[in-house]
């Protein structure tokens, strides 16, 4: 099993749709987590950083973070085909020198 | 937001060369970068860890000596891939921490390396 699941998709989603990505964990020990995008060929961009339970909102997307059940999402609103990329979220324990672990990355494409 | 440069962003080279990239933190100081490998279609691959003046720390099954990393100053890091070949071909992103801030990463644009 590893430590990150994420589904990989593709995901195809309609323009103005909202999106749901997600991760499950089984490391109890991390303390951060980052969602990045990645366009193709492109180095990941970071989209969102938390580091506690509960939700984080900027702009179209919210990141959302459930400890208790090892479980984090992204969550994006309005859609846009400027959207489609591959989403990595990302988790880190603070004394491991901020090492990440990704998940597998989950494609998402929008559709006009 | 901070920007991380890597140079070149693509090289093709013959069997047995070596090749080096650079990365770069243009407007912070990273005392830690981080070295990822990446396949098509695959998440990220950490190679190594990258400390300011000290040697890097590999990550198990990645050889020490075939990808020599240096991290002489806060703003650069490089990677250098020696004796490549073909198989070493991939995406190669390096990131890097900004101590000052939050403890993020910043991903570099990445370099697409081929050998011939």
């Given at each position: 099993?590893?430590?990150?699941?994420q589904?990989?998709?593709?995901l195809?989603?309609?323009?103005?749709?909202?999106?749901?990505?997600?991760c499950?964990y089984?490391?109890?020990?991390?303390?951060?987590?980052?969602?990045?995008?990645?366009?193709?060929?492109?180095?990941?961009?970071?989209?969102?950083?938390?580091?506690?339970?509960?939700?984080?909102?900027?702009?179209?997307?919210?990141?959302?973070?459930?400890?208790?059940?090892?479980?984090?999402?992204?969550?994006i609103r309005?859609?846009?085909?400027?959207?489609?990329?591959?989403?990595?979220?990302?988790?880190?324990?603070?004394?491991?020198?901020?090492?990440?672990?990704?998940?597998?990355?989950?494609?998402?494409?929008?559709?006009? | 937001g901070?920007?991380?440069?890597?140079?070149?962003?693509?090289?093709?080279?013959?069997?047995?060369?070596?090749?080096?990239?650079?990365?770069?933190?243009?407007?912070?100081?990273?005392?830690?970068?981080?070295?990822?490998?990446?396949?098509?279609?695959?998440?990220?691959?950490?190679?190594?860890?990258?400390?300011?003046?000290?040697?890097?720390?590999?990550?198990?099954?990645?050889?020490?000596?075939?990808?020599?990393?240096?991290?002489?100053?806060?703003?650069?890091?490089?990677l250098?891939v020696?004796?490549?070949?073909?198989?070493?071909?991939?995406?190669?992103?390096?990131?890097?921490?900004d101590?000052a801030?939050?403890?993020?990463?910043?991903?570099?644009?990445?370099?697409?390396?081929?050998?011939?």
């Amino acid at each position: 099993q590893k430590e990150v699941e994420q589904d990989p998709g593709p995901l195809s989603v309609p323009e103005g749709a909202i999106v749901s990505l997600n991760c499950t964990y089984s490391n109890s020990a991390f303390q951060y987590f980052m969602w990045y995008r990645q366009y193709s060929r492109k180095g990941p961009e970071l989209l969102m950083y938390t580091y506690s339970s509960g939700n984080k909102e900027d702009g179209r997307f919210t990141a959302q973070v459930d400890k208790s059940s090892k479980y984090i999402s992204l969550f994006i609103r309005d859609s846009q085909p400027s959207d489609s990329a591959t989403y990595l979220c990302a988790m880190s324990i603070r004394n491991a020198g901020n090492m990440l672990t990704f998940g597998g990355g989950t494609r998402l494409m929008v559709k006009p | 937001g901070a920007v991380v440069s890597q140079h070149p962003s693509w090289v093709i080279c013959k069997s047995g060369t070596s090749v080096k990239i650079e990365c770069r933190s243009l407007d912070f100081q990273a005392t830690t970068m981080f070295w990822y490998r990446q396949f098509p279609k695959q998440s990220l691959m950490l190679m190594a860890t990258s400390n300011e003046g000290s040697k890097a720390t590999y990550e198990q099954g990645v050889e020490k000596d075939k990808f020599l990393i240096n991290h002489a100053s806060l703003t650069l890091s490089t990677l250098t891939v020696t004796s490549a070949h073909p198989e070493d071909s991939s995406f190669y992103i390096c990131s890097a921490r900004d101590g000052a801030g939050g403890g993020e990463q910043f991903f570099g644009p990445g370099t697409r390396l081929t050998v011939l």
